[in-house]
């Protein structure tokens, strides 16, 4: 009897350091994922942001397509716009997939809509980026140009010194999604940013535009921030 009562709390004790084993474990479970959870965070933000800048860059190119087609004497005034496409003889091409119509960093997936006298901020980050040139917008019609020209024709501020925006102020010049002739478009979203484009981190200063694209702008990329700096 003594015999059977000391198996059962011999066993009652293996079962008891078990438990605290596996408690432990689970602890230690727990910690590292705490401790991996910020990095997966930030690469699911990093991925949706480059997927926002890859389908802004083909709205830009839409847009480049839809310029040219008109000679610039037109602009599109909204998305849909671009995605009916451009009249061909009977028939239509197509110059704007449906996907890139959606902003990925907004539930409603609106992009906003940039005239061309809306264009001046993104002017200036631009050429302060690229080493203080201004690319010029090669491939679009002349009239187009003048029209940057008109716009344009200073890219440092009034006091003469460079603009040095906060990353996180935003630009919100009451943009609207609809029936505005534009020549760019950039997210509704005012979040700061883990990729930075065109040197900037904030979503509502990215302007995907066929404008300063010219020379020069090949020394413009993408830019992605690691959790320990600039990659």
Known sequence: MMATNKSNEKRK???????????AIMTLFSIALLAVAPSIQQSVQREK????????EEV???IKRYVNHY?????PRSIDDL???LP??????????ESAAIDPLREDGKWNLVPMNKMAKFARRVQNYNNGLLPSSEGLPQNINNQVGAFI???????GEEVTEPANDADDEGFSTSDTP????????????????YGTENHSKWVFTPLFRGAGAASIRTRVQGPTGTR
Do not use: H, P, W
Request: charge should be neutral; hydrophobic fraction near 40%.
């Open 13 to 23: 004790s293996e079962q008891g350091m078990s438990l605290i084993a596996i408690m």
């Open 49 to 56: 942001e480059l997927e926002a800048i890859r389908r802004g």
């Open 60 to 62: 830009a190119e839409a």
């Open 71 to 75: 000679q610039g004497t037109r602009l």
């Open 83 to 85: 995605l009916e496409g």
């Open 88 to 97: 061909q003889g009977t028939k239509k091409i197509q110059i704007l997939r």
């Open 153 to 159: 024709t200073n890219t440092v501020t009034e006091d």
């Open 182 to 197: 534009f020549i760019g478009v950039v997210s509704q979203s005012q979040s700061r940013s883990v990729v930075a484009y």
